[in-house]
């Protein structure tokens, strides 16, 4: 994997993370009004919790597969220089 395209998707999932963290608030304080809260105001909660994980889990299987990518990369250089070194 370019370097460039790993840092992109770095980037988005670190945006990711830090809109996560502020939507996770927003919903906490909701959640602590639950007890007061319309059938309709729970099922939009529960709604946009869903679509929160959604999108974090998203982005952060990218970056493990990037990273995952990089380290089968990185063990079949080492294995194949390995390899190469007891052919002789």
């Known amino acids: 994997m370019a370097t460039e ?3 992109r ?3 988005v ?3 990711s ?3 996560f963290a502020d939507e996770a608030a927003k919903i906490q304080e909701r959640a602590a009004r639950l007890s007061t809260a ?3 105001e729970i099922a ?3 709604r946009d919790l869903c679509e929160l994980l959604t999108d974090v889990e998203e982005k ?3 970056a493990v597969r ?3 990518g990089i380290k089968r990369d990185l063990l079949s250089a080492v294995a194949a220089g390995a390899r190469a070194r007891t052919a002789r």
């Open 5 to 7: 395209e790993l840092r």
């Open 9 to 11: 998707i770095l980037k």
């Open 13 to 15: 999932f670190g945006v």
């Open 17 to 19: 993370v830090t809109d």
């Open 38 to 40: 319309s059938a309709e």
């Open 44 to 46: 939009a909660l529960v």
């Open 60 to 62: 952060f299987a990218q």
């Open 66 to 68: 990037a990273v995952d």
